[in-house]
């Protein structure tokens, strides 16, 4: 009987092992969003890349808010881009499940992404390039149910300025409006 006890042990131990094996593997997506195989262009890499860029050079920025229409300037440092991006970076859709969910146009001087269905909260993306670098970066999402209605418009043209433009429609509490741009006084192109 101690064998039977021991062989038992052995079955239940391998069987754990290669449950846990086959959850592994099956808990791989296809695409990593970090990787090489991005289908298309690579947001987050973008933003990631200019925040360390702009925290190197801490520029100056000329900053202003506008929520309802009540406005505040200011001149700062940004001390975190990561963050101060984060709509932007928000709006990544390179996403596995999202592989087709796309279309793409290639112009001269752009490329432009639009959303095949309803659903998906970034609408449009628009890539502006001149010799091969990326003038400007401009997104449209948008995210609507019974409850709420949300639009954004982001534009980011490196070393120039930025701006976050978002409307919310929010059943029983009313509408809020946001604007900020922001220009770059100091940042020196590179």
């Known amino acids: 009987m101690y064998w039977c ?13 290669l449950l846990l ?3 592994y593997a099956c808990d791989k997506p296809q695409i990593k969003e970090t990787g090489a195989e991005l289908k298309y262009f690579d947001l987050k890499g973008f933003f990631k890349a200019d925040s360390a860029r702009l925290a190197k050079l801490n ?10 229409g009540e406005k ?4 700062l440092h940004i001390a975190n881009w990561g963050a101060e991006f984060n709509l932007f970076k928000e709006s990544d859709i390179n996403k596995p499940s999202w592989r087709n969910s796309y279309s793409v146009q290639q112009n001269a001087d752009s490329t432009v992404y639009k959303a095949r269905y309803p659903e998906l909260k970034t609408r449009q993306i628009i890539i502006r390039k001149t010799s091969g670098k990326i003038t400007s970066v401009t997104i449209y999402n948008s995210t609507h149910n019974f409850l709420y209605s949300t639009t954004e418009r982001l534009v980011y043209a490196p070393d120039a300025y930025y701006y976050i433009e978002k409307d919310q429609h929010i059943k029983l509490i009313g509408n809020n409006n946001y604007r900020i741009k922001a220009n770059f006084s100091g940042a020196q192109q590179q």
């Open 59 to 68: 520029p100056m920025i000329n900053k202003t808010v506008d929520h309802n």
């Open 72 to 75: 505040e300037s200011k001149q």
């Open 21 to 23: 094996g086959g959850l």
């Open 5 to 17: 006890k021991s062989i038992s042990k052995n079955y239940l131990i391998t069987g754990v092992l």
